[in-house]
């Protein structure tokens, strides 16, 4: 007999599953949105990316060693956590300030609450917040397409002085809701456009088609379930379909609040991190109801033009909540005392 | 593997491991080898463990009680063979770690062949008293052998407080790998339909279902044409049911077969339904016929780790080292030695540990098959992706019970349900973290046991 035999619990197989598996699929389900954003804003976009993602790795790392832990980078996780931040900025924004978002996702995001796991906030979107409370200018600079403005075949970082910038699709949303005017005409003009994303925006949310091919991914290889996103969105098109019922030249229609800013990409790739979402299917819709109810008041209601990250970490931070008050009954009901 | 119509009924969550019943799923039942020792626990039920009735030195002959029942869930053991009594002594148990036992020399010569049952022409279950078939049962020492080992008497017994109005024959057979039942359907096929016969006129049910997964159409083909062929079909309804794992969940059967919900804490016969094995059914036919007692069973010798597989028919007591080595013995790659299925089956470390009545799988695998990250246990960080809330078939919340178990907050574990848990494997089979989700619980349990003294320790 082989001395080799061991003893464990049962079972004794499982499913070729693993957390760099999860993590390699939303990687994946983001590059139709990295192509585009390297079709629309060119070289820039494509270093911010790679430079968000390798200092993400790296800042894990370190921590890594800091903690004396073993090293997890290889669960990818770092990684995702680049893109999505890189994805969810403005596309003209400095090399230095992605470093300085990515080192604060990571560090304050992540590390500081255990690990992966363990944080109570989507890193990406503490990144994010951070940048956007420290550097608001930088973070509110957008830029043309390169498609849309042919004089300006590469956004270089010699061209970032001189980049025209554009308003924003929510931008002009504001704007109309201000001027009660406008809408309308926002609404006929644009539409097409916030599909394709050959608008102003942040690098990952302009083109709406490569978000919805990456969730789609997503969707079919089971990597998320379909609550979060479909309880955002549906949310979000009620609530700006009540403000459009309500004046159709104040507001835009629902339809165009879907395509605009990070909804869609923060309904597929936001709203969903595991980690910080709630673990039930009822408490997935409460969250997602949330995230969509709370991004359309404040871009109806409130003075930011965009809410996503905002709706998103305020969520984050009542999902403990949302868990306690969703939990799950057995299949043979509660027990009789 | 071919299936026919695939069927509908289900429940919620499950896995759906790959079968692998390929192996051995068609070949037929052999004599198994006889090995030179046979060591019969003295407990192989759930209940009160059986005190010996013999001593070391004894002879014995097949068929002799060698263990009485002196508590009412009990049920006794005989010897499986004619022999001498070596000692009476502790044996490795894949659950207690050692455990009573009566070790057996057999005769010289002695061979296990299975007796032929012959169903009687005009058998007529009518022409049996209840209580002499629950006597009957209880003498031949029959428990679930479908892996509880629950005193088959009791269960059928009928219960004037709760009338147990359906009888589920559980022939699901959901772990991988594992094909006893199956064969016992397709080649015992009157015997079974003798037992379900007798098993329903001892509990008094006025409605019998068989139900099968739909990954077995020859075990459906072949019950429906006998059943037919006795003109029972109207009698025993066949329910083919999806084939999921873990189907074969008691709790999981009546809800698919039957539509009800066992409430927790409950067990079937509180919703009036008996549910019992095939085999188990095929031993109580034995028993009320032919008078034989509980001695030999059907095990499957499988997995990639040994050299040859089959189904064979062995004394109760012989030791799966035996078995291996009539099977060619184990190969290099092999890794680990599982009484039952790779799901819920216990790995064992000792491979004298003998086979019980309850057991009816060993398989032995090989590193490949359990996977590079559990085979070295790599555990990481649970990232709440919620999987295994979707496959759990109670509903559960295992992460949630797991981590409260890990961190000793075991009020925190009783408040997600942590008796609840049937213990399929479910959780940690899809966990992405490679959490040992299963482990935590089944420790959680019996922390819990101790903590409200039902345990020693």
């Known amino acids: 007999m082989p001395e080799n035999i061991t003893v464990t619990f049962a079972p004794h197989i499982s499913k070729p599953l693993s957390t760099r598996r999860v993590m390699l699929d939303v990687a994946v389900a983001l590059v139709p949105a990295i192509a585009a954003a390297g079709y629309l804003f060119r070289v820039h976009a494509l270093l911010l990316i790679g430079f968000c993602v390798a200092w993400c790795v790296a800042t894990e790392w370190v921590c890594n060693l800091i903690r004396k832990k073993p090293n997890s980078v ?67 600079t957008w830029t043309v397409p390169a498609p849309v403005d042919a004089g300006l075949p590469k956004i270089a970082p010699e061209n970032m002085v001189n980049t025209r910038t ?113 673990l039930t299917r009822r408490g997935m819709w409460l969250f997602g109801i949330g995230v969509g109810t709370i991004t359309m008041l404040i871009r109806i209601v409130g003075e930011y ?16 909540l949302i868990d306690r008050l969703c939990k799950r009954v057995p299949a043979g009901g509660k027990p009789r005392a | 593997m071919a299936t026919t119509a695939q069927a509908s009924l289900s ?42 009735a013999v001593q070391k030195g004894d002879t014995v002959e097949a068929g002799q009680v060698i263990g009485e029942c002196h508590a009412f869930v009990c049920a006794p053991v005989h010897s499986p063979v004619g022999g001498k009594v070596k000692e009476i002594s502790l044996q490795s148990h894949p659950v ?63 219960d004037p407080k709760n009338p147990k109005e359906t009888l589920l024959i559980n022939a699901c057979e959901c772990e991988p790998y594992i094909t006893c039942d199956y064969r016992v359907m397709l080649e015992w096929t009157e015997q079974v339909i003798t037992g379900i016969q007798l098993i329903q006129r001892a509990c008094g049910a006025s409605n019998v279902f068989m139900a099968i997964e739909d990954n077995k159409p020859k075990a459906i083909e072949r019950i429906g044409a006998s059943l037919k062929a006795l003109g029972l079909s109207e009698k025993i309804n066949v329910v083919p049911v999806k084939t999921k794992y873990p189907q074969g969940g008691e709790r999981q059967l009546i809800k698919a077969a039957l539509g009800k919900a066992v409430p927790t804490g409950a067990i079937p016969p509180n919703i009036g339904v008996v549910v019992s094995n095939v085999a188990t059914a095929a031993a109580v036919a034995e028993a009320v016929v032919d008078n034989r007692p509980l001695t030999h069973r059907v095990v499957t010798v ?13 004394p109760v007591g012989t030791p799966v ?107 940690s089979y899809v966990c992405p973290a490679n959490i040992e989700l299963t482990g935590y619980i089944k420790t959680g349990k019996i922390f819990l046991a101790r903590q409200k003294k039902k345990m020693p320790g």
């Open chain 1, 74 to 140: 290889g669960d990818l996780s770092a990684v995702v956590t680049g893109i999505l931040l890189a994805l969810s900025v403005p596309p003209a924004l400095p090399l230095w300030a992605g470093a300085v978002g990515s080192v604060v996702a990571i560090v304050v995001g992540k590390m500081v609450f255990g690990g992966l796991g363990a944080n109570v906030f989507n890193p990406a979107m503490v990144g994010r917040a951070f940048l956007t409370a420290s550097f608001g200018m930088l973070m509110t």
């Open chain 1, 166 to 278: 554009q308003a924003t699709p929510l931008a002009w949303s504001k704007m109309a809701i201000k001027d009660e005017y406008g809408a309308k005409i926002y609404n006929e003009r644009q539409f097409a456009h916030t599909l394709t994303g050959t608008i102003g925006g942040c690098l990952g949310e302009t083109s709406s088609l490569a978000v919805l091919l990456g969730g789609i991914y997503l969707l079919l290889r089971r990597t998320i379930s379909i609550h979060i996103p479909l309880a955002v969105l549906v949310s979000a098109f009620v609530f700006a379909g009540i403000a459009y019922l309500i004046n159709q030249d104040a507001y835009m229609q629902p339809f165009f609040h879907l395509t605009s800013g990070g909804l869609l990409f923060g309904a597929f790739f936001i709203a969903t991190d595991p980690v910080t979402a709630p």
């Open chain 1, 305 to 320: 033009p965009e809410g996503v990250m905002f709706s998103v970490l305020l969520m984050n931070a009542v999902t403990p």
């Open chain 2, 11 to 52: 429940f919620a969550g499950g896995v759906h491991p790959p079968d692998s019943k390929s192996f051995t799923e068609d070949q037929g039942i052999q004599p198994g080898p006889l090995a030179a020792h046979l060591a019969v626990f003295l407990s192989q039920h759930i209940g009160a463990p059986c005190q010996a």
């Open chain 2, 96 to 158: 207690l770690g050692r455990s009573p036992a009566v070790v057996i020399e057999p005769n010289a010569g002695t061979q296990p062949a299975k007796p032929p049952f012959n169903r009687p022409q005009d058998f007529d279950p009518a022409a049996y008293e209840s209580e002499r078939i629950c006597e009957a049962v209880r003498d031949a020492g029959i428990v679930g052998m479908g892996g509880a080992g629950f005193p088959t008497s009791i269960k059928i017994q009928p």
């Open chain 2, 302 to 314: 499988t997995g990639e780790g040994v050299t040859r597989r089959g189904n064979f028919y062995v």
């Open chain 2, 321 to 427: 080292a035996t078995m291996i080595e009539h099977c060619g013995g184990v190969t290099t790659e092999a890794v680990k030695v599982v009484l039952g299925g790779p799901m819920m089956g216990l790995a064992i470390a000792d491979l004298n540990t003998p086979i019980t009545k309850a057991g009816g799988a060993v398989t032995v695998l090989t590193k490949d098959q359990i996977g590079k990250a559990k085979f070295e246990r790599q555990e990481t960080a649970c990232i709440r992706c919620g999987r295994c809330l979707e496959v759990c078939p109670e509903n559960l919340n295992p992460t949630k019970i797991a981590h409260a178990v890990k961190n000793n907050l075991l009020d925190v574990a009783e408040r997600y349900y942590i008796s609840a848990c049937i213990e399929c494997g479910c959780c």
